[in-house]
């Protein structure tokens, strides 16, 4: 591939050189704590006979994570409705969970509206909720380079060079813990009506929670990578989230590639597109 001065410069910011060919990604490590192992039976006194073993079901199937590529829920009720503006309104008043006793704001989104990307993340950290928009801090300055390399940017342009960006959950966890099944299923209306309203030709998901909320699928972000999966018809390619490359600096390489792909799969969806009129 041929880089430009800016994708040098960008790859450059990002510490990568722009020959590094990425090795096979592993799976992307997860924060939950590893499960207890289970307490084992005392042994049976010597002295005392022992009873036969007493016959024990089988535990019933857990539920299971639809597959991936089933559509997410339609929003629920009234937001299904909501224009931009109230939408705004319904997720600054919003107390579905427990999230809205602990934030200083929610965080509902930024970019153009008519933009032809949509980024979504996971949750807002500390700095997202002081501040009220996605992605800022450290990670936020990654991602914004990573953008800038392919001409993209959250400021103010024309809707084909910017992007839309929101999380998943709209409200910071405590902590910056994970968040909870719950947690993400009342959230989830809100997100599903902002794709609806911006109609995006590409949708970048960055991060486990948001890939699970999105593809309804508990496989690794490194087994989903590297191709073009399908939300509600609208092609969504799958990457790490930027606080993750911070910790792990050469799976860089490998979200430049998933950027790439996004750009190609965007461009396609736009040539494909008919003409307005």
């Not at 409705?81 to 200083?104: I, K, N, P, Y």
């Not at 910056?176 to 959230?187: H, V």
């Not at 910790?247 to 790439?260: G, H, I, Q, T, Y």
């Amino acid at each position: 591939m041929a880089w430009t001065e800016r994708q040098r410069r960008m790859l450059a910011e990002m510490g990568l050189p722009p020959w590094l060919a990425p090795a096979a990604a592993p799976d992307e490590p997860t924060d939950a704590p590893a499960p207890e192992p289970a307490a084992q039976p005392a042994a049976p006194s010597p002295t005392q006979p022992q009873a036969a073993a007493p016959v024990v079901p089988a535990p019933a199937p857990q539920a299971q994570v639809a597959p991936m590529g089933a559509p997410a829920n339609r929003p629920a009720g009234a937001v299904a409705m909501l224009d931009w503006t109230g939408l705004r309104d319904a997720v600054a008043a919003c107390t579905a969970c427990g999230l809205c006793e602990s934030r200083t704001q929610t965080v509902f989104g930024v970019g153009n509206r008519s933009a032809e990307w949509m980024i979504v993340g996971e949750a807002p950290g500390e700095q997202e909720d002081r501040q009220g928009e996605p992605f800022v801090g450290r990670s936020g300055q990654l991602l914004d380079n990573m953008l800038l390399a392919l001409g993209l940017s959250r400021a103010e342009g024309a809707a084909d060079r910017q992007v839309y960006i929101a999380n998943t959950l709209k409200c910071r966890p405590p902590g910056n813990r994970n968040p909870t099944a719950d947690e993400l299923a009342r959230c989830e209306p809100f997100l599903v009506r902002q794709i609806e309203l911006i109609k995006p030709r590409i949708i970048l998901a960055m991060g486990r929670f948001a890939v699970q909320s999105l593809l309804r699928s508990n496989e690794p972000i490194g087994r989903l990578r590297g191709r073009v999966h399908h939300y509600q018809g609208v092609p969504l390619v799958v990457t790490y989230h930027p606080a993750y490359l911070l910790r792990n600096p050469l799976d860089k390489a490998r979200a430049w590639d998933d950027l790439c792909l996004a750009a190609e799969t965007a461009a396609a969806a736009a040539a494909a597109a008919p003409a307005p009129g």
